[in-house]
C-alpha cells in the first residue's frame, strides 16, 4: 500500500507571497498525482493532473512539478480565494486504487 | 452545465444498509469512469470505489471491501452505491465524481484524476 504524506500540515502566508506544499509517496508513483483544493463546506476542486498538467480552468499561478517519490504544488502570488485546504493523490496501478495525502491548510498570516 | 447530484444519505444504526445515488448530466455519462470519495467529519478526503465506464472493472478500497457495492446504469446516467453492515466510522460526507483517463507519453501508461465532483451527500451512522 502507498501512503501519502504532505507538509506542512499547516502554511500560514500573506496575500501575494509565494507558497510552497509538498507530497511524497512511499514509494515511486511515477507522475501519477493530481492536487486537489478544498474550501470549507465544498467540494475538492482538480487543480493539476499528471503532477505538473493544470486541469482546465486553473490559473497559472498554480503549478505542479515531480516524479516518482516527492512532488511539489506552488502557488506564485497567493490571492484570497487561495486559502483552502490542499490535497494531494496518487493512482496506482496495483494494489488499484487512489490514495489521498493529508492536506495542506493555507491561511492567511 | 456538467453536473454531478448525489441523494440517498441519511441516519442509520450500525449493522444497517444504505444505497446512495448519483445522478450526472451535461456530459456522456457511459464514457467516464466514476469514483466514490468520502470525508469524515474534520478529516481528509478517503477514495471508496471505482467503476469502469463498462462496469468491467470495480475496485474497493479496503476498508470497504465485501460491505459496499458499486454500480451503474448508463441509461440513466446514474451511479450507485450500496452501503451494507454500516460502522460508525462509515459516518461522512459521500462524494461522487468522474475520472478523468490521459494519456501519458509511456505507452500504455495513463493519467488518473478526479475532475467533476457532486456536492456530496452526508451519511450518519449512529445508534
Known amino acids: 500500500e502507498i501512503v501519502m504524506t504532505q507538509s506542512p500540515a499547516t502554511l500560514s502566508v500573506s496575500p501575494g507571497e509565494r507558497a510552497t506544499l509538498s507530497c511524497r509517496a512511499s514509494q515511486s508513483v511515477s507522475s501519477n498525482l493530481a492536487w486537489y483544493q478544498q474550501k470549507p463546506g465544498q467540494a475538492p476542486r482538480l487543480l493539476i493532473y499528471g503532477a505538473s498538467t493544470r486541469a482546465t480552468g486553473i490559473p497559472a499561478r498554480f503549478s505542479g512539478s515531480g516524479s516518482g517519490t516527492e512532488f511539489t504544488l506552488t502557488i506564485s502570488s497567493l490571492q484570497s480565494e487561495d486559502f483552502a485546504v490542499y490535497y494531494c493523490q496518487q493512482y496506482n496501478n496495483w494494489p488499484p486504487g487512489f490514495t489521498f495525502g493529508p492536506g495542506t491548510k493555507v491561511d492567511i498570516k | 452545465e456538467v453536473q454531478l447530484v448525489e441523494s440517498g444519505g441519511g441516519l442509520v444504526q450500525p449493522g444497517g444498509s444504505l444505497r446512495l445515488s448519483c445522478a450526472a448530466s451535461?456530459?456522456?455519462?457511459?464514457?467516464?469512469?466514476m469514483n466514490w470519495v468520502r470525508q469524515a467529519p474534520g478529516k481528509g478526503l478517503e477514495w471508496v470505489s471505482y467503476?469502469?465506464?463498462?462496469?468491467?472493472?470495480?475496485y474497493y478500497a479496503d476498508s470497504v471491501k465485501g460491505r459496499f457495492t458499486i454500480s451503474r446504469d448508463n441509461a440513466k446516467n446514474s451511479l450507485y452505491l450500496q452501503m451494507n453492515s454500516l460502522r460508525d466510522e462509515d459516518t461522512a460526507v459521500y462524494y461522487c465524481?468522474?475520472?478523468?483517463?490521459?494519456?501519458?507519453?509511456?505507452?500504455?501508461?495513463?493519467?488518473?484524476?478526479?475532475?467533476?465532483w457532486g456536492q456530496g451527500t452526508t451519511v450518519t451512522v449512529s445508534s
Open positions: 451535461g456530459f456522456t455519462f457511459s464514457s467516464y469512469s
Open positions: 465524481a468522474r475520472v478523468v483517463v490521459v494519456p501519458a507519453a509511456i505507452p500504455n501508461y495513463y493519467y488518473y484524476g478526479m475532475d467533476v
Open positions: 467503476i469502469s465506464s463498462s462496469s468491467s472493472t470495480i
